[in-house]
């Protein structure tokens, strides 16, 4: 049986710093279209570099994750709305989100790129992105930072419902780049067979973030707490660091 948010931050606001005793689900929301951060299984079932630090997170707090499968678009507005408890599908902690919802402390932090097909007029300079077509996914900090700085040059921001979409038409040519995380272009797209042919275009951008944290509600500063003190334990005792090995050959936390 679930048992609601607000009993959970009940419980551990009377826990004194103190994880919550009994368990709970907590509901989160992801989007599995953004390998290796977040993916789905043949059998249905969710993994990737999120959904191992939700788990361990969940244990630490006693609680139950419950992963929903939302658009990236859709993850506020169904947080808002009550249809989750929490956001963790590498949504990036910006000063245009933290109007509308509370976040934890940082996750892990990647700069942006630009990838495009080996030869193409994008692969030697930034400069001929005018008049092309830049596939970006929906409701992310890429298509702002597009639609802001490269839309005014002409460029063609070209905005889908998932990751997966922006990749299948940048191989199939309707796409002359994409723009997206720099972890996840290159485990997710430039490492596979599909991304064969394809390269990082430029350097990497900042798209003035503060890193990625779990989305919470404005109201939930207790459950924010227990979050936060669940990751600080996590890299303290080395456990984060084992669940990055599994993905990564570098530390993602960008100190």
């Known amino acids: 049986m679930k048992i609601s948010l607000m009993i959970l931050s009940a419980a551990l606001a009377f826990s004194s710093g103190a994880f919550a005793a009994d368990s709970t689900t907590l509901r989160l929301g992801i989007d599995p279209t953004y390998p290796p951060m977040d993916s789905k299984a043949p059998d249905g079932s969710f993994k990737g570099f999120d959904v191992d630090l939700g788990?361990?997170?969940c244990k630490r707090i006693h609680a139950r994750c419950q992963w929903v499968e939302l658009e990236f678009s859709g993850m506020i507005p169904a947080l808002q709305a009550r249809k989750i408890d929490a956001i963790l599908s590498s949504m990036a902690i910006t000063e245009k989100r933290e109007q509308q919802i509370l976040f934890s402390s940082k996750l892990f932090q990647f700069k942006s790129r630009?990838?495009?097909?080996?030869?193409?007029?994008?692969?030697?300079?930034?400069?001929?992105?005018?008049?092309k077509a830049i596939g970006v996914q929906s409701g992310t900090q890429f298509e702002g930072y597009a639609l802001k700085n490269w839309a005014p040059l002409g460029v063609h921001v070209v905005a889908y419902k998932s990751q997966e979409e922006v990749f299948a038409d940048?191989?199939?040519?309707?796409l002359d780049g994409a723009l997206l995380g720099s972890v996840e272009a290159d485990y997710g797209f430039l490492r596979t067979p599909a991304g064969k042919g394809f390269a990082f275009v430029g350097e990497p951008l900042s798209m003035g973030d503060r890193g990625v944290g779990i989305g919470l509600r404005k109201d939930e500063t207790a459950v924010q707490a227990s979050i936060n003190e669940a990751i600080a334990s996590m890299r303290k005792d080395g456990t984060y660091a084992q669940i990055a090995k599994k993905y990564f050959d570098f530390d993602p936390y960008g100190n």
């Open 170 to 174: 940048l191989e199939n040519g309707r």
């Open 114 to 131: 630009l990838i495009a097909r080996q030869g193409s007029a994008l692969a030697g300079s930034l400069n001929a992105l005018a008049g």
């Open 55 to 57: 788990n361990e997170i």
